[in-house]
Structures are given as C-alpha cells and as structure tokens.
C-alpha cells in the first residue's frame, strides 16, 4: 500500500528493508501485484541481516535485530549518527586539526544514538535478548501485541509466535 500510495503522488520510491533470504520472494510478490493491478511499483528493496548498517543519510543509518516469528523477519532500530572529535587529537588547535582531516587521518569517531526501533510481528524474546539492548534504548520503540486480553492467554500468543499486552506490561 506505502509504496502504490508513494507512486500514486510521485514520491521517490521508497527503500524497504528485508531480510536476506525472503529478498526473491518479496520480489515475486511485488511482480504479482504488478501484474494483477497494471501500476508499475518502484521501490528500493534492501537484503539487510543482523550485525549490517545501512545508510539512510549522513546522519541517519538503520540496524537489523533478531525477532521470532513464523515466517523469515527482522526488526529494525534507526539511529542518529554524529562524528565527534577522537580523544587523541582533543588537545590538537584548530589548524592542526584541519592538517591531519586533509592529510585523510580518521580524526573523528561516529556515534550513534537509537532514536527509533521497529519490531514488527514478534514474540516477546526479542525484549531478553542482550544483543537487543539498542531495541529498548531508542526513544520510540513501535511494537504490536496481537492477544489483548485473558481470553487468549500468553501461552497461545508463544504458541503462534506473537506477543501479548500482558507480556509488555511485564517488560516495560
């Protein structure tokens, strides 16, 4: 829907991040929908797997995590990037500075601060997960929770690799 709407008002295409081994077959699906709807759908579609940076802008990059689902899947934290001066050359004046940058000495160390996470359809391991600690620190973290209520408890939600309000609650 995103990228026929981006079509629709001639928008840039959009770049969607999959993971690697379903990249063909999101391919395919694009080509159905191609064919069944006879409106040509651009889009940048980007293998990404855990522990790979994309570059969305100078100051802006995206990382994959592990989810759990049944199907192949990713989530995904955005974070700002800013360059800051390397410790060694703190002391450095100005011109000195400028020597060693024109020279193509690194002279500065990027850092990055999550500011948005993504974990689309999941269960809630993702939350234990210590390489996901990112996840948890970035300002807006967008997750779902399918089961609601007790109706259907947090076992049937594991059971079908989703999460539940409760296990949330239980988390945050």
């Keep these: 829907m995103y990228v026929a709407t981006c079509g629709l008002y001639n928008l840039k295409p959009p770049t969607v991040f999959v993971p690697p ?5 999101v391919e ?11 409106v040509e759908l651009n889009l940048d579609l980007v293998a990404l797997d855990v522990g790979k940076t994309y570059e969305i802008r100078n100051d802006l990059v995206v990382r994959p995590f592990k989810t759990h689902h049944v199907i192949a899947k990713k989530g995904y934290v955005i974070y700002s990037m800013r360059k800051k001066l390397k410790k060694k050359y703190l002391h450095l004046k100005g011109p000195q500075i400028k ?22 359809d999941t269960t809630s391991d993702f939350i234990l997960d210590p390489r996901n600690v990112d996840t948890l620190r970035a300002k807006v973290l967008i997750t779902e929770a399918t089961f609601l209520d007790e109706e259907m408890g947090i076992e049937h939600a594991r059971q079908h690799s989703h999460m539940h309000l409760f296990e949330i609650l239980e988390n945050a």
């Design 21 to 25: 081994c379903i990249k063909s077959d």
């Design 28 to 38: 395919k699906l694009f080509d159905v929908h191609r064919a069944m709807s006879r």
């Design 99 to 120: 020597k060693l940058k024109l020279s193509s000495v690194e002279i500065t160390d990027a850092m990055f601060s999550p500011e948005v996470a993504f974990t689309g």
